[in-house]
């Protein structure tokens, strides 16, 4: 304890020291005490840069008045309107389109005189219903977020009251910038706040962040260093520091800041003080915080940035069209305004018209306008809002399709951006993460490298075996994950009556149960994360624990690096230990010692301290390996007794006393000897160590230790590694029981508890690769640094002495490494270094310095964690096999044969890399394997150039495409893939190499990027999706993936085990690898086929109708009469014939999805856009324009001659166009059912039904015509039925006809597949016919046998290579 006191009271002076810098100074111009003025602060107020926050209610009040004037209060709101802004600012944001504005044009041109066209309040019909259906949905939309801001904002919390010198009630909204606030156990945040107290004796808190980014994890938060107050009942009235700290930002895992204490004292604020807004306290009866950012200045609302907008590159082609369509429509009324001007001319009095002076050009122009109205409805108006309306339902069906349901995680498919669905059935590259998306992402441990010795771990692979065959099945994994969820410590295990009463209700009402309940740890069970140690390894560890072992046989040094090899993989993480009963496990204080010098020593004092930890009785080597396992994770309590040593003082005479109950194999039993006595010790608050009064109460604990005898810990991890290595380390009795912010408590072999100073923790990071921790080792009381991270920057780190020695250990460990990586393991080193006192020292300073920094913090620590982190001394390296997700090989396998070019980016080894892709078949035992691996950037373009002259070479000789293959000395290569490492990416993504990296990678079928940094795999994705002008799709579910997934046209989340920020940066959100199969192939194709046929149907229906006025106009002079009465002219496009479309772009399937996914070369007809291409436009424009002809000169010829009017004229013009639009609709559609029907049925009953009413109720409605009886009089003729038939037939009949030869002489593969679904549907009711009518055979049906789908693991002892024979097992 004098070290460690010593290292803290040293820690304070370097802090005071360095608090008086500026933090801009670098860090090799450190200026000394005597240069710098304590008091003079006026260097370090750089404005723009920071926030100063004080207690509202302390000492500077006069301060806090002046600074917080521009600070945002709590109250939150996430609406668009209020009730007065409604409708300016909605009409606003919807004339923001140009289609709605065309139409306010158009309705405010009908109101000019001299070119009216229609009743002025008709023509505003159209665009009021429109702007009144988007209207009313947003503000349903807003009314929900208004419901929701008023529940936030009314939510109760404690805040500090001055006045009353107590906590009061505050509603969220009334929270402050510098208010001290309270929060008990199972309350959310409301505000971003410094941690200043908690009811921890340690001053740690957790907070569970499932509402904030889904990691559903515990984490741990801190009291910031060297409060005054800590330690006792916190005083808000006197806490007079002062923050300082970096402005508002939406970094959740970032924050810079200093508290300068009332003496001038610096201490450096991290994320591990903050308190996250939305983030709920776990597992901590009460903490206090002072609010440093409230409202949307939090990090919370700084990321809510709502659902993701996309322009589907559908959309965008439809913009292309729509202005084709302007220029149709000018054409047109250009044609009329000529027409009407030359008409106009060659008239002489004409005694129909009243004289005017209008010159005919002058004329001519004003036709143009008017006719601009007429003619208004060519551009679809309606069509945007009908997009929208059927977006929502495709994304209805897909959130709804149960294939896309995974019932383990109770979880489907998410759609986030609302507009881009018809993207899924038009990708053509898909860039994937490895780790959690391919692979399952839950590690197991697997084997290890220590020292240059290779532990194979037979044993445990075999208890993995058993436990596989046992555990097989969907309802396994169902109760499994139930009994995680249940086991997982939701309530305070020291809290009042009260809070656990609230803990109770909290768990059964909280909203965020779901994230919780749906969110699988890193192990499904105890079973599977149970380690079965290595019989060598064991029997070296025992050889130094056991007192009946003779001297040491074996290598001290080797000793020592198995030591320390299992307390670094103990000690490196952040692994948060709790238990079912007890959330946190605290740390016991040891009793200090001297520390040790050798193994012997230790060896000595592990022989003192306790029975043998691993016995190698016969009786333990005859259980089978599921017995050991189950001891292995049956655990008494540990921390029960604390060895005395002679220096302790006021030692107890107390009786040894004997446990009775029977110890579990992998728990230290202590065993007094003569030579020490142990003393009972009450498991408290850490540090805190209370003396049992009598025997009574040591026989009451013995009572309790075996009713937890079995009780087993939890280990709550960021990460699925951790939880596999400290596993790995507790099976060998390197037990993590506990942790706080300065010290951790783990058990060594036959050793109880051990409390190992923690001095520092340098976090992993994408840049360093690696993660150290900074202890004082609890033997020796040396400062040691444990580093762990990727092999191939470990060992650039590691120091290569002379000695042949290391050199051998550093060559054998990394054959190993290579081994394991052809094995299809996730490989680790681990290293280490002992710092003298004279290197630790300026260490400190420096990185004391840079914690106390705000601006290029991140700079500074990362030059500090370099600076500590080499001339590293290589322990060994660990094997983890992570196994690949189920159907990963048939869904890749499926998206190949679809045309999609599928990369995996990952940061793995290349060797692990190309044994996972010819696991799930991305590399085929056909393909040619092309590798660059580079040191330059001259190499690089080099080895480019070469690959692609192989290519090219072997491209000459036969093979076109990936589907065919040549032969190569007596070998067939069907196929390219590459594979390119991360250095070389990095040279091959320079500018003046991308055009060769691209020619190379376009003649491969696949590429595999391994040792890729996050930044690169954006980088990627842009290249080739800017470059090549293709559709891309990016998935992942890690923070790492983010940035691709943001970049790609299309990004995919996987709710996997590494929470949910991928999830929340997507498009698209899903629960395994396997459903993206279905969702592109089938939902993406049906999408696409959908949308591109409505909105052609959209064009056909609105040419087809305006057309036929446009041949009006050559028998009218030109003058912009209709033949029709306005209300049917503007009701027609907008009821009559709407909701069809709407249906046909829901629910309209082509191809059946059994189909879809049996072919998945469908798929490329959406990839090629053959459903909407500029030619199959214009052909749809030319159609409309024969059916307009066909249905305005049939009527034409029956009723010429006739004397008939203009509007008897105009009924059966548009009673044909009605049935040629809605039997058009009949002949396109592939789905029809008795909703198509009845909607069918419907448009046309209320088209009749509209007229007739208006024909009989109608006199002067449509002034200055009169339309009465019109509608009556034709339609009791047999000459309208007639004309209607014959129309209606010849205006299809082509269409049926060239469709019927196209689809006899050269179909396409959809139209196959169609008639295979007619063929296989027929056979279906066939079959079933046969069935109902041989009932006496029915006893002799019997169901197939599905077969499981074949588990792809890599948990075998030996390397398999990609073959001819389907791939059984992951090597």
Same mark, same amino acid.
């Given at each position: 304890?004098?070290?460690?006191?010593?290292?803290?009271?040293?820690?304070?002076?370097?802090? %005071?020291?360095?608090?008086? =810098?500026?933090?801009?100074? @670098?860090?090799?111009?450190?200026?000394?005490?005597?240069?710098?003025?304590?008091?003079?602060?006026?260097?370090?107020?750089?404005?723009?840069?920071?926030?100063?926050?004080?207690?509202?209610?302390?000492?500077?009040?006069?301060?806090?008045?002046?600074?917080?004037?521009?600070?945002?209060?709590?109250?939150?709101?996430?609406?668009?309107?209020?009730?007065?802004?409604?409708?300016?600012?909605?009409?606003?944001?919807?004339?923001?389109?140009?289609?709605?504005?065309?139409?306010?044009?158009?309705?405010?041109?009908?109101?000019?005189?001299?070119?009216?066209?229609?009743?002025?309040?008709?023509?505003?019909?159209?665009? &009021? *219903?429109?702007?009144?259906?988007?209207?009313?949905?947003?503000?349903?939309?807003?009314?929900?977020?208004?419901?929701?801001?008023?529940?936030?904002?009314?939510?109760?919390?404690?805040?500090?009251?001055?006045?009353?010198?107590?906590?009061?009630?505050?509603?969220?909204?009334?929270?402050?910038?510098?208010?001290?606030?309270?929060?008990?156990?199972?309350?959310?945040?409301?505000?971003?706040?410094?941690?200043?107290?908690?009811?921890?004796?340690?001053?740690?808190?957790?907070?569970?962040?499932?509402?904030?980014?889904?990691?559903?994890?515990?984490?741990?938060?801190?009291?910031?260093?060297?409060?005054?107050?800590?330690?006792?009942?916190?005083? @808000?009235?006197?806490?007079?520091?002062?923050?300082?700290?970096?402005?508002?930002?939406?970094?959740?895992?970032?924050?810079?800041?200093?508290?300068?204490?009332?003496?001038?004292?610096?201490?450096?604020?991290?994320?591990?003080?903050?308190?996250?807004?939305?983030?709920?306290?776990?597992?901590?009866?009460?903490?206090?915080?002072?609010?440093?950012?409230?409202?949307?200045?939090?990090?919370?609302?700084?990321?809510?940035?709502?659902?993701?907008?996309?322009?589907?590159?559908?959309?965008?082609?439809?913009?292309?069209?729509?202005?084709?369509?302007?220029?149709?429509?000018?054409?047109?009324?250009?044609?009329?305004?000529?027409?009407?001007?030359?008409?106009?001319?060659?008239?002489?009095?004409?005694?129909?018209?009243?004289?005017?002076?209008?010159?005919?050009?002058?004329?001519?122009?004003?036709?143009?306008?008017?006719?601009?109205?007429?003619? =208004?409805?060519?551009?679809?108006?309606?069509?945007?809002?009908?997009?929208?309306?059927?977006?929502?339902?495709?994304?209805?069906?897909?959130?709804?399709?149960?294939?896309?349901?995974?019932?383990?995680?109770?979880?489907?498919?998410?759609?986030?951006?609302?507009?881009?669905?018809?993207?899924?059935?038009?990708?053509?590259?898909?860039?994937?993460?490895?780790?959690?998306?391919?692979?399952?992402?839950?590690?197991?441990?697997? +084997?290890?490298?220590?020292?240059? !010795?290779?532990?194979?771990?037979?044993?445990?692979?075999?208890?993995?075996?058993?436990?596989?065959?046992?555990?097989?099945?969907?309802?396994?994994?169902?109760?499994?994950?139930?009994?995680?969820?249940?086991?997982?410590?939701?309530?305070?295990?020291?809290?009042?009556?009260?809070?656990?009463?609230?803990?109770?209700?909290?768990?059964?009402?909280?909203?965020?149960?779901?994230? +919780?309940?749906?969110?699988?740890?890193?192990?499904?069970?105890?079973?599977?994360?149970?380690?079965?140690?290595?019989? =060598?390894?064991?029997?070296?560890?025992?050889?130094?624990?056991?007192?009946?072992?003779?001297?040491?046989?074996?290598?001290?040094?080797?000793?020592?690096?198995?030591?320390?090899?299992?307390?670094?993989? &103990?000690?490196?993480?952040?692994?948060?230990?709790?238990?079912?009963?007890?959330?946190?496990?605290?740390?016991?204080?040891?009793?200090?010692?001297?520390?040790?010098?050798?193994?012997?020593?230790?060896?000595?004092?592990?022989?003192?301290?306790?029975?043998?930890?691993?016995?190698?009785?016969?009786?333990?080597?005859?259980?089978?390996?599921?017995?050991?396992?189950?001891?292995?994770?049956?655990?008494?309590?540990?921390?029960?007794?604390?060895?005395?040593?002679?220096?302790?003082?006021?030692?107890?005479?107390?009786?040894?006393?004997?446990?009775?109950?029977?110890?579990?194999?992998?728990?230290?039993?202590?065993?007094?000897?003569?030579?020490?006595?142990?003393?009972?010790?009450?498991?408290?608050?850490?540090?805190?160590?209370?003396?049992?009064?009598?025997?009574?109460?040591?026989?009451?604990?013995?009572?309790?230790?075996?009713?937890?005898? /079995?009780?087993?810990?939890?280990?709550?991890?960021?990460?699925?590694? /951790?939880?596999?290595?400290?596993?790995? %380390?507790?099976?060998?009795?390197?037990?993590?029981?506990?942790?706080? @912010?300065?010290?951790?408590?783990?058990?060594?072999?036959?050793?109880?508890?051990?409390?190992?100073?923690?001095?520092?923790?340098?976090? #992993?990071?994408?840049?360093?690769?690696?993660?150290?921790?900074?202890?004082?080792?609890?033997?020796?009381?040396?400062?040691?640094?444990?580093?762990?991270?990727?092999?191939?920057?470990?060992?650039?780190?590691?120091?290569?002495?002379?000695?042949?020695?290391?050199?051998?250990?550093?060559?054998?460990?990394?054959?190993?490494?290579?081994?394991?990586?052809?094995?299809?393991?996730?490989?680790?080193?681990?290293?280490?270094?002992?710092?003298?006192?004279?290197?630790?020292?300026?260490?400190?300073?420096?990185?004391?310095?840079?914690?106390?920094?705000?601006?290029?913090?991140?700079?500074?620590?990362?030059?500090?964690?370099?600076?500590?982190?080499?001339?590293?001394?290589?322990?060994?390296?660990?094997?983890?096999?992570?196994?690949?997700?189920?159907?990963?090989?048939?869904?890749?396998?499926?998206?190949?044969?679809?045309?999609?070019?599928?990369?995996?980016?990952?940061?793995?080894?290349?060797?692990?890399?190309?044994?996972?892709?010819?696991?799930?078949?991305?590399?085929?035992?056909?393909?040619?394997?092309?590798?660059?691996?580079?040191?330059?950037?001259?190499?690089?373009?080099?080895?480019?150039?070469?690959?692609?002259?192989?290519?090219?070479?072997? !491209?000459?000789?036969?093979?076109?495409?990936?589907?065919?293959?040549?032969?190569?000395?007596?070998?067939?290569?069907?196929?390219?893939?590459?594979?390119?490492?991360?250095?070389?990416?990095? #040279?091959?993504?320079?500018?003046?190499?991308?055009?060769?990296?691209?020619?190379?990678?376009?003649?491969?079928?696949?590429?595999?990027?391994?040792?890729?940094?996050?930044?690169?795999?954006?980088?990627?994705?842009?290249?080739?999706?800017?470059?090549?002008?293709?559709?891309?799709?990016?998935?992942?579910?890690?923070?790492?993936?983010?940035?691709?997934?943001?970049?790609?046209?299309?990004?995919?989340?996987?709710?996997?085990?590494?929470?949910?920020?991928?999830?929340?940066?997507?498009?698209?959100?899903?629960?395994?690898?396997?459903?993206?199969?279905?969702?592109?192939?089938?939902?993406?194709?049906?999408?696409?086929?959908?949308?591109?046929?409505?909105?052609?149907?959209?064009?056909?229906?609105? *040419?087809?109708?305006?057309?036929?006025?446009?041949? $009006?106009?050559?028998?009218?002079?030109?003058?912009?009469?209709?033949?029709?009465?306005?209300?049917?002219?503007?009701?027609?496009?907008?009821? $009559?014939?709407?909701?069809?479309?709407?249906?046909?772009?829901?629910?309209?399937?082509?191809?059946?999805?059994?189909?879809?996914?049996?072919?998945?070369?469908?798929?490329?007809?959406?990839?090629?856009?053959?459903?909407?291409?500029?030619?199959?436009?214009?052909?749809?424009?030319?159609? &409309?324009?024969?059916?307009?002809?066909?249905?305005?000169?049939?009527?034409?010829?029956?009723?010429?001659?006739?004397?008939?009017?203009?509007?008897?004229?105009?009924?059966?013009?548009?009673?044909?166009?009605?049935?040629?639009?809605?039997?058009?609709?009949?002949?396109?559609?592939?789905?029809?059912?008795?909703?198509?029907?009845?909607?069918?049925?419907?448009?046309?009953?209320?088209?009749?039904? #509209?007229?007739?009413? #208006?024909?009989?109720?109608?006199?002067?409605?449509?002034?200055?015509?009169?339309?009465?009886?019109?509608?009556?009089?034709?339609?009791?003729?047999?000459?309208?039925?007639?004309?209607? *038939?014959?129309? !209606?037939?010849?205006?299809?009949?082509?269409?049926?006809?060239?469709?019927?030869?196209?689809?006899?002489?050269?179909?396409?593969?959809?139209?196959?597949?169609?008639?295979?679904?007619?063929?296989?549907?027929?056979?279906?009711?066939?079959?079933?016919?046969?069935?109902?009518?041989?009932?006496?055979?029915?006893?002799?049906?019997?169901?197939?046998?599905?077969?499981?789908?074949?588990?792809?693991?890599?948990?075998?002892?030996?390397?398999?290579?990609?073959?001819?024979?389907?791939?059984?097992?992951?090597?």
């Amino acid at each position: 304890m004098e070290r460690f006191r010593w290292i803290r009271h040293r820690w304070q002076q370097v802090s %005071a020291a360095d608090s008086r =810098q500026d933090w801009t100074s @670098p860090a090799n111009l450190l200026p000394s005490k005597s240069d710098l003025d304590p008091q003079d602060h006026t260097g370090l107020r750089l404005s723009g840069k920071r926030r100063t926050v004080v207690a509202r209610h302390g000492p500077h009040q006069a301060e806090y008045h002046n600074i917080s004037k521009g600070y945002q209060g709590n109250g939150i709101r996430t609406t668009k309107y209020t009730l007065l802004s409604f409708i300016p600012m909605n009409l606003f944001q919807q004339f923001h389109r140009a289609a709605n504005l065309y139409f306010l044009f158009l309705v405010l041109l009908n109101w000019v005189p001299v070119v009216e066209a229609f009743q002025k309040e008709i023509t505003m019909i159209p665009l &009021a *219903v429109v702007l009144t259906v988007i209207a009313f949905k947003d503000a349903m939309e807003d009314y929900r977020r208004y419901r929701y801001d008023q529940k936030i904002n009314n939510t109760i919390t404690h805040v500090h009251s001055r006045k009353q010198r107590r906590y009061v009630e505050r509603r969220w909204a009334e929270v402050c910038v510098g208010d001290v606030v309270r929060l008990c156990c199972n309350e959310i945040i409301p505000a971003d706040m410094v941690l200043l107290h908690s009811s921890d004796p340690n001053g740690i808190c957790y907070i569970e962040t499932a509402n904030l980014d889904g990691e559903t994890n515990l984490k741990q938060r801190q009291v910031v260093r060297d409060l005054p107050q800590q330690g006792s009942e916190f005083t @808000p009235e006197n806490f007079s520091s002062r923050i300082e700290c970096e402005n508002p930002n939406n970094d959740l895992r970032r924050f810079r800041g200093y508290m300068e204490h009332p003496n001038k004292v610096r201490v450096g604020l991290h994320s591990e003080n903050l308190l996250l807004r939305s983030c709920t306290v776990r597992n901590t009866e009460t903490v206090t915080g002072i609010v440093v950012y409230a409202g949307h200045e939090t990090k919370a609302m700084q990321n809510n940035s709502g659902p993701r907008y996309k322009r589907s590159k559908l959309e965008r082609r439809l913009n292309v069209d729509v202005l084709w369509s302007v220029v149709l429509l000018l054409l047109m009324c250009l044609t009329a305004a000529v027409g009407h001007g030359v008409w106009l001319s060659s008239l002489k009095d004409p005694v129909f018209m009243i004289p005017d002076d209008t010159h005919p050009a002058l004329a001519g122009f004003y036709m143009f306008w008017t006719m601009i109205i007429v003619l =208004q409805v060519l551009i679809p108006v309606s069509l945007y809002v009908s997009i929208e309306i059927v977006k929502l339902g495709q994304i209805y069906f897909i959130q709804n399709d149960l294939d896309l349901y995974n019932a383990r995680l109770d979880s489907g498919v998410q759609c986030r951006a609302l507009n881009i669905t018809e993207d899924l059935g038009q990708i053509q590259y898909l860039f994937s993460d490895k780790t959690g998306t391919l692979t399952e992402n839950r590690m197991l441990f697997r +084997r290890c490298t220590v020292a240059g !010795t290779e532990y194979p771990h037979h044993e445990n692979a075999r208890a993995m075996e058993q436990y596989e065959e046992q555990c097989h099945g969907p309802l396994d994994n169902t109760l499994t994950l139930r009994s995680r969820s249940s086991r997982r410590s939701l309530s305070c295990n020291r809290s009042s009556v009260s809070l656990n009463t609230l803990a109770a209700g909290s768990d059964i009402h909280s909203p965020h149960d779901t994230l +919780r309940r749906h969110a699988a740890g890193a192990f499904s069970s105890t079973m599977e994360c149970a380690v079965v140690p290595d019989v =060598q390894l064991q029997g070296k560890l025992s050889a130094l624990s056991s007192p009946l072992c003779p001297p040491l046989r074996h290598d001290t040094a080797e000793l020592s690096h198995i030591l320390d090899f299992f307390l670094a993989l &103990a000690v490196c993480n952040t692994v948060v230990v709790s238990s079912p009963s007890q959330p946190r496990h605290v740390v016991q204080m040891p009793v200090a010692r001297t520390p040790l010098r050798s193994l012997e020593e230790m060896k000595a004092l592990l022989q003192k301290l306790s029975l043998p930890r691993f016995s190698l009785s016969p009786s333990q080597n005859t259980d089978s390996p599921p017995g050991l396992t189950r001891r292995l994770f049956s655990r008494g309590r540990s921390a029960t007794y604390a060895p005395y040593t002679p220096n302790t003082p006021n030692t107890p005479s107390a009786q040894p006393h004997t446990p009775t109950s029977t110890t579990p194999s992998h728990t230290p039993t202590h065993t007094p000897s003569p030579g020490s006595t142990p003393k009972p010790i009450h498991r408290g608050a850490w540090g805190k160590d209370e003396e049992l009064a009598d025997e009574d109460s040591v026989e009451e604990e013995d009572d309790d230790d075996d009713d937890d005898e /079995e009780e087993e810990l939890l280990y709550e991890a960021e990460s699925p590694d /951790e939880a596999a290595l400290v596993q790995a %380390a507790r099976a060998y009795g390197f037990t993590l029981l506990g942790r706080s @912010p300065e010290q951790l408590l783990v058990a060594l072999p036959g050793t109880g508890p051990l409390s190992v100073s923690l001095l520092h923790l340098l976090p #992993f990071d994408s840049t360093r690769k690696r993660m150290s921790v900074v202890v004082r080792h609890p033997l020796t009381g040396q400062v040691v640094v444990y580093t762990k991270g990727a092999d191939n920057v470990i060992m650039e780190l590691t120091t290569r002495l002379g000695d042949s020695c290391s050199r051998e250990i550093m060559e054998r460990t990394q054959q190993h490494l290579d081994d394991y990586a052809r094995e299809g393991l996730r490989t680790l080193c681990v290293a280490k270094r002992v710092l003298d006192e004279a290197e630790y020292e300026p260490w400190l300073k420096r990185h004391a310095f840079a914690e106390t920094s705000i601006e290029n913090r991140e700079e500074l620590l990362l030059d500090s964690a370099q600076r500590l982190e080499n001339n590293l001394t290589l322990l060994g390296a660990t094997g983890i096999v992570d196994r690949l997700q189920e159907e990963v090989p048939e869904t890749i396998e499926a998206l190949q044969r679809a045309g999609i070019k599928v990369w995996v980016l990952t940061g793995d080894k290349q060797e692990t890399a190309i044994n996972i892709a010819c696991a799930c078949k991305l590399l085929r035992p056909t393909d040619r394997l092309l590798t660059a691996n580079c040191d330059s950037k001259e190499a690089c373009e080099a080895r480019l150039c070469e690959l692609q002259r192989d290519i090219s070479t072997i !491209t000459e000789r036969g093979l076109s495409d990936s589907s065919m293959g040549v032969s190569e000395g007596g070998a067939v290569i069907s196929g390219f893939t590459l594979v390119i490492d991360g250095r070389t990416l990095d #040279f091959a993504l320079h500018e003046d190499l991308q055009k060769a990296f691209l020619d190379l990678t376009s003649g491969c079928r696949s590429v595999i990027c391994c040792r890729s940094t996050p930044l690169q795999k954006s980088q990627v994705v842009r290249l080739i999706g800017d470059s090549l002008g293709v559709m891309t799709l990016a998935i992942g579910d890690g923070a790492n993936d983010v940035s691709m997934i943001q970049v790609a046209d299309v990004g995919v989340g996987i709710s996997g085990q590494e929470g949910m920020q991928a999830v929340m940066s997507s498009d698209f959100a899903i629960s395994r690898f396997k459903h993206l199969r279905k969702l592109l192939l089938v939902h993406g194709h049906w999408c696409y086929t959908r949308l591109a046929n409505m909105i052609l149907y959209f064009f056909y229906k609105n *040419v087809m109708y305006v057309n036929l006025l446009f041949w $009006f106009q050559f028998f009218c002079g030109f003058s912009g009469s209709t033949m029709t009465n306005s209300w049917v002219l503007i009701f027609f496009n907008l009821l $009559f014939t709407s909701v069809p479309p709407l249906l046909y772009g829901v629910m309209n399937k082509d191809v059946s999805a059994n189909t879809l996914l049996s072919l998945p070369q469908l798929y490329k007809a959406g990839q090629n856009c053959e459903a909407y291409l500029p030619s199959t436009f214009w052909l749809t424009i030319l159609d &409309a324009f024969y059916q307009s002809l066909i249905c305005f000169f049939i009527p034409y010829c029956a009723y010429a001659g006739s004397d008939i009017g203009l509007f008897s004229f105009g009924s059966p013009i548009n009673g044909s166009a009605l049935l040629i639009i809605l039997l058009h609709q009949v002949i396109e559609s592939r789905t029809l059912t008795w909703l198509h029907a009845v909607v069918l049925l419907g448009s046309a009953a209320f088209y009749y039904t #509209f007229v007739l009413v #208006f024909s009989v109720t109608c006199v002067t409605c449509n002034s200055p015509t009169n339309p009465y009886g019109v509608e009556t009089k034709l339609m009791s003729e047999p000459l309208y039925y007639c004309v209607c *038939v014959l129309t !209606t037939v010849l205006a299809l009949l082509p269409r049926v006809l060239c469709r019927a030869l196209l689809n006899s002489i050269c179909p396409s593969d959809l139209v196959k597949a169609q008639k295979l679904d007619r063929s296989v549907l027929e056979q279906y009711w066939a079959t079933i016919h046969e069935w109902k009518e041989n009932k006496p055979d029915r006893q002799k049906l019997k169901s197939k046998h599905v077969p499981q789908t074949l588990n792809v693991n890599a948990d075998v002892p030996h390397s398999v290579e990609c073959s001819q024979e389907p791939i059984s097992v992951l090597s």
